[in-house]
């Protein structure tokens, strides 16, 4: 038998090893993030789009649970033994970081303390600060289709279960009205068939939402989300026609038949509830939740012109656009898969303008193949100065430059109707990145 003494070594090696190679391995990996995070700022990437995570350094213990846990690639990774945003710009806000973390170290935020977010002040359920008037999804400040999903079903559940604790004063009132018919409002509809509740879905545009005026063919990513009545769905990678067919054949199994183009004037309130005013009718109801998200609000650029029949806030159809010159605005996804998407037909002349010095907003694959695209004349650091019916005129540092132009598409993302939101009485915040 060998003395164990004689093994001490042995192992002793073999452990020196093995943590020298682990700290070579961690000294390389700090040095490649703090590059990247230097990159990043340089470029002017250093602002995420929405929810994030804000990590407390003296509670990070450095295992790098929340890297690992992160669905999009280096949005997260180790400096020195604290996790670190090193691709802010690309964070999305899935929130698995957070739960993901040990030590309760992250916790997740809207706006940064230079860029503010609006944000409706949310009670349990996603109720606002009206009684009986709830925000789920995109509206609440929350993107991601697995989001509002999860949103708009949790927040029929709260409703229902508040409904059952309340006397039913007046039989002939709906228990819900759902606005808004994207992902949040079909979980949301979904749930109300499911609890059983007298309700009608209302949207202003047609099936699927934002994600109907997406352009042809564009593949969106969703994580397993779990839909009432259907159960489980994991979608994966899918084209917007697919995920479209899903949601009609969705609509068909259960039954669920929402009203389209049908627009949601006001929300009035009378003794026992509320009163939904649309453009086609008048609803009483218990409770109403709004689930349209803040596309239906396209962000104006107020530019001389803009008021212009060519001037359009999403691209649906690329090929109708076959042969003409085409003015792109805007620096984040929409704005470079619309323009890619142009470009794409012979003839087709392709101006992307965007006000940021780099496609801050934008995922790095989408800049990888606007970058490999010859056919787009990309002005940055400029904005739109003016639209007539047959040019536009761009302005930069080096002037005001005036070129033909057939159509404007303005992909600038959509702005929270605040001023709507203030006339129902709905308080909204303003965050700045803070923790509370």
């Keep these: 038998m060998i003395p164990t003494l004689f093994l001490v070594p042995v192992y002793a090696v073999q452990l020196v090893l093995a943590i020298g190679g682990w700290a070579r391995l961690h000294r390389a990996r700090t040095r490649r993030n703090r590059a990247l995070l230097a990159q990043n700022r340089a470029a002017g990437l250093a602002e995420p789009p929405s929810l994030h995570p804000v990590i407390d350094a003296a509670k990070c213990i450095g295992c790098g649970a929340c890297v690992r846990a992160c669905p999009e690639h280096d949005v997260l990774g180790l400096v020195g033994r604290v996790a670190t945003l090193i691709e802010p710009w690309a964070c999305v806000g899935h929130g698995t970081c957070h739960e993901a973390c ?14 503010g977010i609006d944000v409706p002040v949310l009670r349990p359920g996603g109720e606002t600060s009206v009684p009986g008037i709830h925000i789920a999804g995109e509206l609440g400040g929350l993107g991601l289709i697995r989001n509002a999903m999860a949103q708009g079903g949790a927040a029929v559940d709260h409703i229902a279960a508040a409904l059952k604790q309340e006397p039913v004063v007046d039989p002939g009132r709906l228990d819900l009205v759902i606005v808004g018919c994207g992902p949040a409002g079909m979980a949301a509809g979904l749930g109300a068939i499911a609890q059983g509740l007298r309700f009608v879905a209302l949207d202003q545009a047609t099936l699927g939402g934002s994600v109907a005026h997406y352009p042809r063919g564009k593949v969106v990513t969703t994580a397993p989300a779990t839909l009432p009545l259907i159960g489980e769905v994991r979608l994966g990678s899918i084209s917007k026609e697919g995920l479209m067919a899903f949601w009609q054949d969705v609509s068909a199994r259960t039954g669920l038949a929402p009203r389209y183009e049908e627009r949601v004037r006001t929300i009035e309130r ?9 453009d086609k009718a008048r609803y009483r109801t218990r409770r109403v939740l709004l689930a349209m998200g803040r596309g239906g609000t396209p962000r104006r650029l107020n530019v001389p012109g803009e008021e212009l029949d060519k001037v359009v806030y999403r691209l649906s159809d690329p090929g109708q656009y076959a042969g003409l010159r085409v003015l792109v605005i805007g620096g984040g996804d929409s704005a470079l898969e619309a323009a890619m998407a142009l470009a794409e037909f012979a003839g087709t002349m392709v101006t992307l303008v965007h006000r940021g010095s780099a496609f801050a907003r934008a995922r790095a694959e989408n800049r990888t193949s606007l970058a490999q695209t010859g056919a787009i004349a990309v002005h940055l650091n400029a904005t739109l100065a003016a639209i007539t019916p047959d040019t536009v005129a761009i302005a930069d540092a080096g002037g005001t430059h005036v070129i033909a132009n057939d159509a404007v598409i303005v992909c600038a993302g959509g702005t929270l109707p605040r001023e709507w939101l203030g006339q129902l009485g709905i308080a909204v915040e303003t965050h700045y990145g803070r923790v509370p």
Excluded: D, M, N
Aim: net charge neutral; glycine share 18%; no cysteine.
């Design 270 to 278: 009378e003794p026992g509830g509320l009163i939904v005013v649309s």
């Design 102 to 115: 040990p030590t309760g170290a992250i916790q997740l935020v809207f706006g940064t303390p230079t860029r």
